[in-house]
Protein backbone atom coordinates (compact mmCIF):
# COMPACT_ATOMS: atom_id res chain seq x y z
CA UNK A 1 0.00 0.00 0.00
CA UNK A 2 1.50 3.70 -0.65
CA UNK A 3 -0.01 6.30 1.35
CA UNK A 4 0.54 10.01 0.76
CA UNK A 5 0.87 12.31 3.72
CA UNK A 6 0.03 16.01 2.51
CA UNK A 7 0.69 17.92 5.84
CA UNK A 8 3.09 21.57 6.67
CA UNK A 9 3.44 20.80 10.44
CA UNK A 10 6.52 19.23 10.84
CA UNK A 11 6.05 17.86 14.21
CA UNK A 12 2.94 16.27 12.93
CA UNK A 13 4.15 15.34 9.70
CA UNK A 14 6.98 13.10 11.85
CA UNK A 15 4.48 12.06 13.80
CA UNK A 16 2.07 10.59 11.48
CA UNK A 17 4.91 9.12 9.12
CA UNK A 18 6.65 7.13 12.43
CA UNK A 19 2.74 5.86 13.41
CA UNK A 20 2.76 4.84 9.50
CA UNK A 21 5.87 3.48 9.09
CA UNK A 22 6.93 2.03 12.82
CA UNK A 23 3.28 1.02 13.96
CA UNK A 24 1.63 0.08 11.04
CA UNK A 25 4.68 -0.99 9.20
CA UNK A 26 3.79 0.21 6.02
CA UNK A 27 6.46 0.68 3.75
CA UNK A 28 5.52 2.95 1.11
CA UNK A 29 4.86 6.58 2.55
CA UNK A 30 5.94 9.79 1.17
CA UNK A 31 4.79 13.37 2.46
CA UNK A 32 4.24 16.79 1.20
CA UNK A 33 4.19 20.10 2.66
CA UNK A 34 1.97 22.29 0.72
CA UNK A 35 -1.01 22.60 -1.62
CA UNK A 36 0.78 22.56 -4.87
CA UNK A 37 3.56 19.69 -4.06
CA UNK A 38 0.94 17.58 -3.00
CA UNK A 39 -1.35 18.48 -6.05
CA UNK A 40 1.92 17.42 -7.88
CA UNK A 41 2.42 14.65 -6.50
CA UNK A 42 -1.14 13.24 -6.69
CA UNK A 43 -0.47 13.60 -10.42
CA UNK A 44 2.69 11.30 -10.34
CA UNK A 45 2.63 7.65 -11.02
CA UNK A 46 2.55 5.54 -9.17
CA UNK A 47 -0.54 7.04 -7.72
CA UNK A 48 -0.96 6.72 -3.65
CA UNK A 49 -3.77 4.31 -2.61
CA UNK A 50 -4.66 6.50 0.29
CA UNK A 51 -4.33 10.24 1.29
CA UNK A 52 -4.10 11.44 4.91
CA UNK A 53 -4.67 15.17 4.35
CA UNK A 54 -4.49 18.22 6.49
CA UNK A 55 -6.97 20.79 5.96
CA UNK A 56 -5.09 24.36 7.20
CA UNK A 57 -2.22 24.32 4.14
CA UNK A 58 0.11 26.87 2.60
CA UNK A 59 -0.04 27.19 -0.89
CA UNK A 60 3.92 26.50 -1.28
CA UNK A 61 6.69 24.32 0.77
CA UNK A 62 7.99 26.61 3.71
CA UNK A 63 11.79 27.09 3.09
CA UNK A 64 14.68 29.40 3.83
CA UNK A 65 13.42 31.86 1.56
CA UNK A 66 10.06 30.95 0.76
CA UNK A 67 7.23 32.01 2.84
CA UNK A 68 4.84 29.38 1.96
CA UNK A 69 2.59 31.81 0.19
CA UNK A 70 -0.91 32.37 1.38
CA UNK A 71 -1.45 30.13 4.27
CA UNK A 72 -5.13 28.53 3.73
CA UNK A 73 -7.36 27.63 6.41
CA UNK A 74 -9.29 25.40 3.84
CA UNK A 75 -6.11 24.43 1.84
CA UNK A 76 -7.51 20.98 2.27
CA UNK A 77 -10.46 21.85 0.28
CA UNK A 78 -8.60 22.90 -2.77
CA UNK A 79 -6.54 19.57 -3.21
CA UNK A 80 -9.98 17.91 -2.88
CA UNK A 81 -11.48 20.27 -5.82
CA UNK A 82 -8.29 19.40 -7.79
CA UNK A 83 -8.33 16.06 -7.49
CA UNK A 84 -12.61 15.90 -8.68
CA UNK A 85 -11.14 18.04 -11.85
CA UNK A 86 -8.57 15.64 -12.36
CA UNK A 87 -10.87 12.53 -11.98
CA UNK A 88 -8.32 11.59 -8.78
CA UNK A 89 -10.30 8.97 -6.98
CA UNK A 90 -8.16 7.94 -4.26
CA UNK A 91 -9.62 7.70 -0.54
CA UNK A 92 -8.97 10.65 1.62
CA UNK A 93 -9.06 11.12 5.10
CA UNK A 94 -8.36 14.58 6.55
CA UNK A 95 -6.21 14.90 10.11
CA UNK A 96 -6.70 18.31 11.40
CA UNK A 97 -5.15 19.49 14.45
CA UNK A 98 -8.16 22.04 14.72
CA UNK A 99 -11.64 22.31 15.93
CA UNK A 100 -13.01 24.57 14.13
CA UNK A 101 -12.39 26.74 11.50
CA UNK A 102 -13.08 30.48 10.72
CA UNK A 103 -15.56 30.66 7.80
CA UNK A 104 -17.69 33.72 6.68
CA UNK A 105 -17.19 35.51 10.06
CA UNK A 106 -18.36 32.45 11.71
CA UNK A 107 -16.95 29.19 12.82
CA UNK A 108 -17.45 26.07 11.17
CA UNK A 109 -17.14 22.88 13.42
CA UNK A 110 -15.89 19.34 12.76
CA UNK A 111 -19.06 18.31 12.31
CA UNK A 112 -20.12 20.77 9.98
CA UNK A 113 -17.35 20.16 8.22
CA UNK A 114 -17.30 16.32 7.58
CA UNK A 115 -21.04 16.95 6.73
CA UNK A 116 -20.07 19.51 3.73
CA UNK A 117 -16.76 16.82 2.57
CA UNK A 118 -19.39 14.23 2.48
CA UNK A 119 -21.57 16.09 0.23
CA UNK A 120 -19.19 17.81 -1.75
CA UNK A 121 -16.76 14.81 -2.39
CA UNK A 122 -18.54 11.85 -2.29
CA UNK A 123 -16.13 10.31 -4.41
CA UNK A 124 -12.61 11.03 -2.30
CA UNK A 125 -13.93 11.63 1.27
CA UNK A 126 -13.48 8.80 4.01
CA UNK A 127 -12.90 10.40 7.10
CA UNK A 128 -12.33 13.23 9.08
CA UNK A 129 -9.73 12.80 12.13
CA UNK A 130 -9.06 15.20 15.18
CA UNK A 131 -5.22 14.97 15.61
CA UNK A 132 -4.31 15.63 19.15
CA UNK A 133 -0.18 14.94 19.90
CA UNK A 134 -1.43 14.29 23.17
CA UNK A 135 -3.71 11.41 22.73
CA UNK A 136 -3.68 8.00 20.77
CA UNK A 137 -7.04 8.06 19.18
CA UNK A 138 -6.45 9.44 15.93
CA UNK A 139 -3.58 6.48 15.27
CA UNK A 140 -6.87 3.96 16.02
CA UNK A 141 -8.48 6.01 13.70
CA UNK A 142 -5.99 6.36 10.93
CA UNK A 143 -5.63 2.74 10.70
CA UNK A 144 -9.19 1.86 10.25
CA UNK A 145 -9.26 4.20 7.87
CA UNK A 146 -6.17 2.09 6.04
CA UNK A 147 -7.94 -1.06 6.73
CA UNK A 148 -11.37 0.13 5.06
CA UNK A 149 -9.23 1.18 1.97
CA UNK A 150 -10.09 -2.19 -0.20
CA UNK A 151 -13.32 -1.82 0.41
CA UNK A 152 -13.87 1.33 -0.52
CA UNK A 153 -12.32 0.51 -3.83
CA UNK A 154 -15.20 -1.89 -4.82
Given at each position: ??V???????FKA??????L?????????E?E?S?????VR????P????????M?L?????G????GGR?Q????IA??EHMVR??I??P?????????F????R????????E?L??????L?????Y?N????????????F?????????
Amino acid sequence: MRVLVIEDDPFKAKRILAFLKQQLAIPDVESERSVSTGLVRLVADPKPDALLLDMSLSTYDVGARETGGRPQNFGGIAVLEHMVRRAITIPVAIITQFESFPRDGRELGLGDLHEELSVKYPSLFRELIYYNSRETQWEEQVEIFLKNIEEWRT
